[in-house]
C-alpha cells in the first residue's frame, strides 16, 4: 500500500455565515485547498465529499455532483463521491480517499466538508442533528442529542466524580484556543462563571457545554506520499487511521462513560501508526459537548479512565502543556458545521505540524491527531499525521 | 410520518416485546433477530419474551431544551433505565417531582401517550417510567 500526504489545505470562515450558500462555502474551501496545493484542474483524481445533512438543511442531495459542478472542474467528468456518517462523514471521506490513494487507483484527491446549517431555525436544525440518534427507540421517547450526552455527563460524574466546573474547563480552554483562531466562530474568551450561569440545555448541561450550529467549510488535499514532493517541501503524512462503530443507541453501550468505537478506532490508528499516545503532542477531538471532550482524552488514553475532567482543570490539555487538545478552538469555539468537522480538524493538525499556526502554535509538534465522531458515538473515526521530513 | 411506522412498533412500544437468544440467555430490546454476542449461533434461535417493566435508572437528564412535539411537558426527566431483565431503555420518567429522580432509584413501565402527529393526526403511545409502586 502507497503512503499517502496532505499537499494543500483551505477552510472558510466559520460561524453564522448569512451571505453564502452552501455550494459558495464548499467551493471557498476546495479552491484555496487546490491552490495551496498547486495543482492544475488536470491533477486532480477524484473528489470526496463529507456531509451529515445538505438534504435536511438545505433540501439539496446529490451534493458530490454539485461541489465538483462548481470546482470548476466540469470538464474532467471527475468521479465524486458523497460519505455519510453523521459528524464523523468528513473523517470517513478522508479514510475513504486514502484508500484509494494508498490502493494505487488514483494519485491525487480533494477531500472536503461543509454543511450550512443556518438556513433553518434553531429548533429544526437540533431536530435534524438528533436525526442520527435511533429514532424509533430514543428520540421518539423524548431523547434529545443534547440530552443523550446530558446522560453520559450524569454517569460519568457518578462513576468517577467529574464536577459541573471540570466540564466547564473544557469549553474555558477551548474559547481560549478559539480567541487566537481567526477564521473561529467565537474568539472571545470565556470564564468558568459564564458556563456555569448560561441557561440550561439539558441538565448538567448548559448552552456554553454545546458547540455551536454554524456554516463552514473544510478541505484537504491528498496526495500519494512518492509524488507529494513534486507539490510541496512540507508534506504532511497521514501515518495511521481508524475507523469502528458501535451500537446506534447510547443505552445498549457497554459502558456509558466510555465510547468504545473512539477506543478501537484510536487503538487500530495507532497501531497503523507504529505509535502511542505519548508521540502525540497536539489532538483534535470531537468536543460537540463538553463531556465528549472529556470522554476522548480518555478513550484516546492520554488519560487515565476518569481523568479527563481532572486532567483539563489541571491545565494538562491547554495550549503547550503536556497535551495540546482543540487548538483551532474546538468544534465548542471554532464553530460545528457537522459536515465540515473532520477535514477541519486535518486542517488545524496539518497547520500545526507544518509549523503555520501562529500564535496558538503548538512548539515542536512531529505527530498530530484527529478524532471525530458520529451521532452520540455509534461512528468515530481517528486519523494521525506526522511530519514528512 | 406515515401510520404504519408507529403500528409496526406496537406490540414493544405497548407491550414491552423483547428477544431473549435461546444460546446465551441474553434480552434485547426492541427484539433483535441476531444475538449480539452469539452471532450466527442465535439465527433462529431468538424467542419472543415480555419484559416485566421493573428496572432502575442508570442515568438521567433534565431537558429544558425541547423539540416541538415536547415543548408542553418540558422541564421534563429523560432517563435510562436498567431493567430486571438486564437490558436498557431510555424514556421519560413521570408521575414524580424532576428533583425526586436518583440514579439507582426503583421505576416500573407506564403506559403514556409520547406525541401526536399534528394537531389533528395520529396519537401514538408507548412506555414511560414511574417510581415503582
Given amino acids: 500500500m502507497r503512503g499517502v500526504s496532505v499537499i494543500g489545505i483551505g477552510e472558510t470562515q466559520f460561524g453564522e455565515l448569512w451571505d453564502k450558500s452552501f455550494r459558495e462555502l464548499g467551493i471557498e474551501a476546495g479552491l484555496r485547498a487546490i491552490q ?16 451529515m445533512s445538505a438534504g435536511k438543511f438545505i433540501d439539496q442531495e446529490h451534493v458530490a455532483a454539485l461541489v465538483a459542478d462548481y470546482s470548476g472542474l466540469v470538464d474532467q467528468h471527475l468521479p465524486t463521491v458523497r460519505v455519510e456518517g453523521g459528524g464523523a462523514c468528513s473523517a470517513i471521506a478522508i479514510h475513504q480517499a486514502a484508500m484509494s490513494i494508498a490502493s494505487g487507483v488514483h494519485d491525487i484527491v480533494v477531500v472536503g466538508g461543509a454543511e450550512k446549517m443556518t438556513d433553518v431555525g434553531d429548533v429544526e436544525a437540533n431536530a435534524i442533528l438528533s436525526s442520527t440518534t435511533d429514532q424509533e427507540w430514543e428520540s421518539v421517547f423524548g431523547a434529545t442529542f443534547a440530552g443523550l450526552y446530558a446522560m453520559m455527563a450524569r454517569r460519568h460524574m457518578f462513576e468517577h466524580g467529574t464536577t459541573r466546573e471540570q466540564l466547564a474547563a473544557v469549553a474555558v480552554k477551548n474559547h481560549k484556543n478559539g480567541s487566537m483562531n481567526p477564521n473561529a466562530q467565537f474568539q472571545k474568551e470565556i470564564t468558568i462563571e459564564t458556563v ?27 496526495c500519494s506520499a512518492d509524488k507529494a514532493r513534486k507539490f510541496t517541501d512540507t508534506p504532511i503524512n497521514l501515518i495511521g487511521t481508524g475507523h469502528a462503530t458501535d451500537f446506534l443507541a447510547v443505552h445498549d453501550r457497554r459502558d456509558l462513560t466510555t465510547m468504545d468505537a473512539t477506543v ?33 482524552v480518555e478513550d484516546l488514553r492520554f488519560v487515565p479512565k476518569g481523568k479527563g475532567g481532572y486532567a483539563t482543570e489541571d491545565g494538562e490539555t491547554a ?21 465540515a468537522t473532520g477535514v477541519a480538524q486535518a486542517v488545524e493538525i496539518v497547520r500545526q505540524l507544518r509549523g503555520e499556526a501562529g500564535k496558538r502554535q503548538v512548539a515542536g509538534a ?24 | 410520518m406515515a401510520i404504519p411506522r408507529f403500528w409496526r412498533e406496537i406490540p414493544s412500544r405497548y407491550n414491552l416485546v423483547a428477544s431473549k437468544c435461546l444460546n446465551c440467555a441474553m434480552v434485547d430490546f426492541p427484539p433483535r433477530e441476531v444475538c449480539t454476542r452469539c452471532g450466527r449461533k442465535s439465527i433462529g434461535n431468538m424467542e419472543r419474551v415480555k419484559l416485566s417493566g421493573r428496572g432502575q435508572v442508570v442515568t438521567y437528564s433534565i431537558v429544558h431544551d425541547a423539540p416541538k412535539e415536547f415543548e408542553m411537558m418540558k422541564p421534563y426527566v429523560l432517563a435510562i433505565v ?14 414524580c417531582e424532576n428533583a425526586e429522580v436518583k440514579i439507582g432509584m426503583r421505576v416500573e413501565t407506564a403506559f403514556r401517550r409520547l406525541g401526536a402527529e399534528g394537531e389533528a393526526g395520529i396519537i401514538h403511545y408507548g412506555y414511560k417510567f414511574r417510581p415503582a409502586a
Fill in chain 1, 36 to 51: 495551496e496545493a498547486k495543482i492544475a484542474a488536470e491533477n486532480v483524481d477524484a473528489i470526496y465529499v463529507g456531509n
Fill in chain 2, 82 to 95: 436498567q431493567m430486571d431483565e438486564g437490558v436498557r431503555m431510555t424514556s421519560q420518567i413521570v408521575d
Fill in chain 1, 196 to 222: 456555569l450561569q448560561a441557561p440550561r440545555v439539558a441538565e448538567p448541561l448548559g448552552v456554553f457545554d454545546c458547540a455551536p450550529l454554524s456554516d463552514g467549510a473544510a478541505a484537504v488535499v491528498l
Fill in chain 1, 264 to 296: 478501537i478506532a484510536g487503538k487500530r490508528a495507532f497501531h497503523a501508526a507504529g505509535k502511542t499516545p505519548i508521540d502525540v503532542k497536539v489532538a483534535e477531538v470531537h468536543d460537540n459537548f463538553t463531556i465528549s471532550e472529556i470522554m476522548a
Fill in chain 1, 319 to 339: 495550549l503547550n502543556a503536556r497535551i495540546s487538545v482543540n487548538t483551532s478552538g474546538g468544534l465548542k469555539a471554532r464553530g460545528y458545521p457537522v459536515g
Fill in chain 1, 366 to 389: 512531529e505527530v498530530g491527531l484527529t478524532h471525530t465522531l458520529g451521532g452520540t458515538g455509534a461512528t468515530a473515526v481517528v486519523h494521525l499525521f506526522a511530519r514528512g521530513d
